[in-house]
């Protein structure tokens, strides 16, 4: 699916360009990222040294808020700006060659572009209240009515000094 038979592109003059446009429902790249709706585009231009691509691709993936827990939608964005290397010349990266059949296989580059993307810690919005540490409700749902000590229950002891 995210395979491109350039051979063409191969036998042409430098300078040559054609644009791929991408729009996928579904794209499953590996067991870690399953993606939705991956669209975008992507030029490659014919160069002395092999391809070059360059363009942006878009896609949905599903994530898992770190503060409430709740699945949400994060949009993933890979910018492509690489030289793929012709087929048979030693590159600089195995990722960026172009196979003997003429196939440029768009998929690991695409797969680590995207895994760059995926935020460390994933918030389903910035103001997120995450879940009670009473009840265990979805503050952003529900509003929760418990009085919470500030004290430290090992520090309880030096509230009774206050007291007196």
Not at 50 to 60: E, I, K, M, P, S
């Amino acid at each position: 699916m995210l395979r491109l038979n350039v051979g063409f592109i191969l036998h042409e003059q430098v300078g040559f360009s054609r644009n791929f446009d991408f729009d996928y429902p579904s794209v499953q790249i590996d067991d870690q990222l399953e993606l939705s709706h991956l669209h975008g585009l992507v030029r490659l231009t014919r160069t002395t040294q092999g391809v070059y691509a360059r363009g942006q691709l878009q896609a949905y993936h599903e994530l898992e808020c770190v503060r409430c827990l709740s699945p949400y939608t994060e949009t993933l964005v890979a910018e492509i700006n690489d030289l793929y290397s012709l087929p048979g010349e030693e590159g600089d990266d195995p990722l960026l060659r172009i196979s003997e059949t003429g196939i440029l296989n768009l998929e690991p580059l695409l797969r680590e572009k995207f895994l760059i993307s995926v935020p460390i810690q994933p918030l389903c919005r910035e103001d997120c209240k995450g879940l009670c540490s009473i009840c265990g409700a979805n503050r952003n749902e529900v509003e929760c009515n418990h009085t919470v000590d500030d004290i430290d229950p090992r520090m309880a002891v030096l509230q009774t000094l206050l007291e007196d």
